[in-house]
Nanobody, 126 residues
Framework: VQLVESGGGLVQAGGSLTVSCAAS????????MGWFRQAPGKEREFVAA????????EYADSVKGRFTISRDNAKSTVYLQMKSLNAEDTAVYSC????????????????????WGQGTQVTVSS
């Protein structure tokens, strides 16, 4: 199983960025997917999650209304569209795959996930 993030970079405060996560080696549509982030000196933080079909999503309060998670099962890819970025969004963003059945608020827990990508750096300049 391989999860490969891309699309990170440097963006000005108030700007937008979309990061992607391409999955291989698994039946993508059978996995719920999540995005987490970790800033220097801080713990890993839940950002967003999406169910297998894409019909249900969960968001951290800090990103609700600014970030949108989506997926394309035909392309085995999950996306995180980020808008109105601020300095507090600066972090390494990693995607993760959850093979367990069901989708709920427990998909906010990093322990729920079986596979992880290496991450992509997002830096927001103020």
């Amino acid at each position: 199983v391989q999860l490969v993030e891309s699309g990170g970079g440097l963006v000005q405060a108030g700007g937008s960025l979309t990061v992607s996560c391409a999955a291989s080696g698994l039946t993508f549509s059978s996995y719920a997917m999540g995005w987490f982030r970790q800033a220097p000196g801080k713990e890993r933080e839940f950002v967003a999650a999406i169910s297998r079909s894409g019909g249900t999503t969960e968001y951290a309060d800090s990103v609700k209304g600014r970030f949108t998670i989506s997926r394309d099962n035909a392309k085995s890819t999950v996306y995180l569209q980020m808008k109105s970025l601020n300095a507090e969004d600066t972090a390494v963003y990693s995607c993760a795959a959850d093979r367990r059945s069901g989708f709920s608020s427990t998909n906010r827990w990093y322990t729920k996930y079986d596979y992880w990508g290496q991450g992509t750096q997002v830096t927001v300049s103020s």
